[in-house]
């Protein structure tokens, strides 16, 4: 039944603090204990109580899971109106406002402790609306003050505060019984000095042309953690290399005004512009590369069909902290000929195959045919090149975006990646072609090792292919087992599998 709106009126009291320090409640909770007064002693009934703690009612970006409660009870005819401190604590947006207009047809009651607006007049619609806009406009100029504050310690080189970033001097993180006003410890000199150098070595690497991935799982795999003690992910990392600051820049609304004070730049402004550049180029989706070492190449021993790398999140993860995962053959819409049976660990079946091809293409009996699938030119050569077809590629990448991004934003992420364009194509004019093109692999372990260090994953893959081209699993003889003794390295197993692999 709706709620009346003549005798006895159920009001709904709404409460809300912009910010309070430490999550505070205090202030919320004497706005409820005032508005609940002036309901009853204006004649009503408190109905539903709601109370949105430390969130905004201007920024578009915060939802308030409680006004929007609220709205529905309002809109539904539950309660006869709204009791708010005053109308900035309603919200600060007229199209919120305009959403009790609307309702002005039921007889909403709009209750402030200041007075009251009766929407069924004109004149109650016309002050409730003035209301609104001095509220909405109140706003507008504390965001104005906010951010001309902002420009000005961003002009001198000040922060603006927040939690510290990677590199970054700051507070440590507050030990579990800490509380507001207790003493606090910067981050020592030494651990800012190791943070630093892992900056530089990732910008030199990922510059070099190894894969996000693979740095993400050596950081972990070393221990190396983010400022929160988490583990990284890609978009952590790439976040964290991306940010302004690791190049001692200060950014306000995305331009460049000004360095840090007294902060020591962990990389150049120019390596910075040729990340940042990198990444931009980079198109949308899954990334490159492949994320487990032997899928699409191990075959299942059972029906031939390829065993496919997926992580085990149900499971606990590696001593090292990584995520568990396995290699399977699976049996769904997207791998129809996949029996379902045959799987094993990921990290097992890694090292085991590693250990393999090592021997394998170690063999002297091997050593021609290695060192001619191996041929290559000068390592400095090798690395011109491969830097050029990458950034090329993100060249024309960010040229697919000049519809969405506009000429000027695509100019200014396209001038470092031509500048070092042309300045690598000079340089490779003036390197000679090898005298001998086949350059045999001496030392397979050290190939693989090195390749592995980089994350390197299609040269492990290409090596792989070289020396196992028919490499199997055969499916386990009871659950759990996870034995090497199962690989079939040279496929015997696959002239009995009727499955995909003699159609591949």
Request: hydrophobic share 35%; proline share 5%; charged share 30%.
């Amino acid at each position: 039944m709706s709620a009346s709106v003549s005798d006895k009126p159920i009001m709904d009291v709404y409460a809300r603090l912009s910010f309070a320090q430490g999550g505070d409640t205090i202030n919320v909770d004497d706005q409820v204990e005032w508005c609940s007064e002036a309901v009853v002693e204006r004649g009503g009934t408190v109905g539903a109580v709601f109370k949105d703690n430390s969130l905004s009612a201007w920024d578009p970006k915060v939802v308030r899971p409680e006004w929007n409660q609220l709205m529905h009870r309002l809109e539904a005819g539950v309660s006869s109106g709204v009791m708010v401190l005053d109308l900035t604590r309603f919200s600060r947006k007229v199209m919120e406002g305009e959403r009790l207009v609307d309702l002005s047809s039921r007889g909403v009651l709009v209750w402030s402790l200041s007075g009251t607006y009766d929407l069924t007049t004109a004149d109650g619609r016309r002050h409730f609306r003035e209301d609104m806009v001095t509220a909405a406009g109140e706003s507008d100029k504390i965001s104005e003050r906010t951010k001309r504050g902002k420009l000005r310690r961003a002009k001198k080189g000040r922060v603006h505060g927040g939690q510290r970033s990677f590199g970054m001097p700051g507070w440590a993180p507050a030990p579990a019984e800490w509380e507001p006003g207790d003493y606090r410890e910067r981050v020592s000199e030494e651990k800012l000095a190791a943070e630093r150098a892992v900056i530089s070595e990732c910008y030199r690497r990922l510059l070099a042309g190894e894969s996000l991935s693979g740095l993400v799982r050596e950081l972990n795999g070393r221990g190396i953690r983010t400022v929160e003690g988490s583990l990284w992910r890609r978009h952590t990392l790439a976040r964290s290399l991306r940010r302004p600051a690791i190049a001692g820049l200060l950014q306000h609304n995305g331009a460049i005004v000004g360095a840090l004070a007294d902060v020591e730049p962990a990389v150049n402004r120019e390596d910075w512009e040729r990340l940042c550049a990198l990444f931009d180029g980079r198109k949308l989706g899954r990334p490159p590369g492949h994320k487990h070492l032997l899928a699409g190449i191990v075959r299942c021993g059972g029906c031939g069909a390829a065993l496919q790398g997926t992580y085990r999140s149900n499971l606990p993860p590696y001593p090292d902290g990584t995520r568990k995962r396995e290699y399977r053959c699976r049996r769904n819409a997207d791998h129809p000929h996949g029996c379902g049976k045959t799987y094993m660990d990921g990290k097992v079946a890694d090292a085991a195959v590693a250990d393999a091809v090592k021997a394998r293409l170690g063999d002297p009996r091997h050593a021609d045919q290695v060192a001619r699938r191996l041929a290559r030119f000068t390592k400095r050569r090798e690395k011109l090149n491969a830097e050029i077809g990458r950034l090329n590629e993100s060249a024309d990448s960010l040229a697919e975006k000049t519809a969405a991004w506009g000429t000027e934003r695509v100019d200014k992420a396209m001038a470092p990646i031509l500048e070092r364009l042309d300045r690598l194509t000079a340089e490779l004019a003036t390197l000679d072609e090898p005298t001998d093109p086949v350059a045999a692999a001496t030392d397979i372990a050290d190939d693989w090792d090195r390749a592995a260090e980089h994350g390197d994953f299609d040269t492990m893959r290409a090596m792989i292919r070289r020396a196992f081209p028919r490499l199997t699993l055969r499916p386990p003889a009871r659950w759990g087992d996870h034995s090497v003794t199962r690989f079939d390295w040279d496929g015997a197993t696959l002239a009995r599998s009727p499955g995909e692999f003699s159609a591949r």
